[in-house]
């Protein structure tokens, strides 16, 4: 399989352009990957409530007339949407560090359980969001899903604004945040039947980079709004309250310029396939490792900064305030391409293994450090984990499509392309959901270790044993292996 072009797919995924479709992808733009069909094609028809009937991106004569066009615009919003989906995610991640200012008093074991709670439900939902478009139209899911956002966002405000808020509500609230990781499979679902295979991937990875970006913006964004003209405390409700103009315009424009296609069509035999498929399973723990990381240091970056150096955690710039636990987020976002690209060049598995190594190494330089004490030295460390579990995102997600067409059960007992793509596909998704586990795994082994020792150390200690294991895990399957059996590296 060569590949022309590497994208970011997911919070930290690897898609190329001539894999697979998602989930549900229609059979005519997965049998040959890459290819395109000049003859007629049947004219598209559009029907009430923005429906579009004899969609076929692979069809070249009428991608170049219409598709394109059409398809370029409901991406547009669909980035917007899904941007605002991981803003609403990972706002209880910021939210938690201002609670002592604004009179809350909660323990540090609730603190970490508002911070996971957002990640186990987002990542619980991505898989029945996958299937969400095909039943309900990807406008109309598109319209739904950015609305439901209306409702973490207006309940922080609302919770935040009163320091009597009891724990459990805060907690029922937090939880609700994870509507916004489950936007990222609809999200990713839907484009994926608007574009052809050879622009597919890079569609994806244009989709999966805007929603990415909406950690680090809210990082970065929440914290300047909450202070602005708040002088000498806080107005918390603002997080929530910033986010709902945009939310109705993310709606309004899925309403106004996004289309539903009726071609779109959902795969759950494909999934169940893909479940008994071992790989599966071991690139789940590996994704774990990386996405996970990714996303669970996302939530807890706010939180560690604030517990080991507090005087940087807010750096005042004139009357507003600033955290630098935006740039954890940005870095590793900006870094997930790269990944992909090298793995294309040397192998998914080399680089994934190189991945760990670096994090295994960096985490391990973090702890021995700490006792001097330096801020900047801890910030650079982290920003340097970050990179390493973004690179890293990408290369192991690179690996899914190749070791399904390769070394699957399915691919060995002479399964045909289509149907080890369609296995592929399939197993894209459940991945980028069990990974997105990490964002609560993380957070809940950080308060483990906290409590039972007063520090995070065993954690992160705990952390590097775990990289040690995926990296020989990864070694084990897809480099030794490979020279063994005289295969491709993946």
Request: with cysteine.
């Amino acid at each position: 399989m060569t590949v022309d072009r590497t994208a970011d797919a997911g919070p930290g995924n690897s898609l190329d352009l001539d894999e697979a479709a998602r989930p549900g992808t229609p059979a005519s733009a997965s049998a040959q990957p890459g290819s395109t069909r000049t003859t007629d094609a049947p004219a598209l028809e559009f029907r009430p409530g923005r429906w579009i009937a004899n969609w076929d991106a692979e069809n070249k004569q009428q991608w170049e007339s219409a598709g394109r066009t059409i398809a370029r615009r409901n991406l547009n919003w669909s980035i917007f949407a899904e941007f605002l989906g991981f803003v609403v995610w990972q706002l209880w991640s910021i939210v938690v560090v201002q609670l002592p200012a604004a009179g809350f008093n909660f323990s540090t074991s609730e603190i970490f359980w508002l911070i996971s709670m957002p990640s186990l439900v987002g990542a619980t939902l991505r898989i029945p969001y996958t299937f969400m478009v095909p039943r309900f139209g990807g406008r109309n899911w598109t319209i739904v899903s950015a609305l439901l956002l209306l409702i973490p966002s207006i309940g922080l405000a609302l919770c935040v604004s009163n320091p009597e808020t009891p724990f459990g509500v805060m907690l029922l609230v937090a939880a609700l945040a994870g509507f916004g990781g489950g936007n990222f499979a609809s999200s990713m679902a839907n484009i994926t039947f608007f574009y052809p295979a050879r622009e597919k991937g890079w569609a994806l990875g244009l989709n999966a980079a805007g929603g990415n970006m909406g950690a680090a913006v809210a990082q970065l964004a929440v914290p300047i709004v909450i202070t602005l003209l708040a002088v000498g405390t806080v107005n918390l409700p603002m997080a929530g309250w910033m986010w709902v103009p945009f939310i109705l315009v993310a709606a309004f424009g899925a309403w106004k310029f996004m289309d539903n296609l009726t071609s779109a069509k959902g795969d759950i035999a494909g999934s169940v396939a893909a479940l008994k498929e071992p790989h599966l399973w071991i690139m789940a723990l590996l994704y774990i490792g990386t996405f996970g990381s990714f996303i669970g240091f996302a939530g807890v970056f706010p939180k560690l900064i604030k517990d080991y150096f507090p005087a940087f955690s807010s750096i005042g710039v004139g009357t507003v305030a600033l955290s630098l636990a935006f740039l954890g987020p940005l870095v590793g976002s900006l870094a997930r391409p790269y990944g992909g690209r090298m793995a294309d060049r040397m192998g998914g598995a080399r680089m994934t293994v190189t991945a760990f190594a670096s994090m295994a190494i960096i985490t391990l330089t973090m702890i021995w450090t700490l006792p001097l004490k330096n801020f900047w030295l801890f910030l650079v460390l982290f920003l340097m984990l970050f990179t390493a579990s973004g690179f890293g995102n990408g290369a192991t997600y690179r690996m899914i499509p190749i070791i399904f067409a390769t070394s699957s059960r399915a691919a060995k007992t002479g399964a045909s392309t289509v149907q080890t793509q369609r296995l592929a596909s399939s197993a894209l998704g459940l991945i980028s959901a069990i990974g997105a586990y990490g964002g609560f795994v993380i957070p809940q082994v950080l308060n483990a270790s906290n409590t039972a020792s007063g520090s995070y150390t065993p954690a992160f200690y705990g952390f590097v044993g775990a990289y040690v294991l995926m990296l020989v895990v990864c070694w084990a399957f897809y480099i030794r292996n490979a020279n063994r059996n005289a295969m491709g590296h993946v």
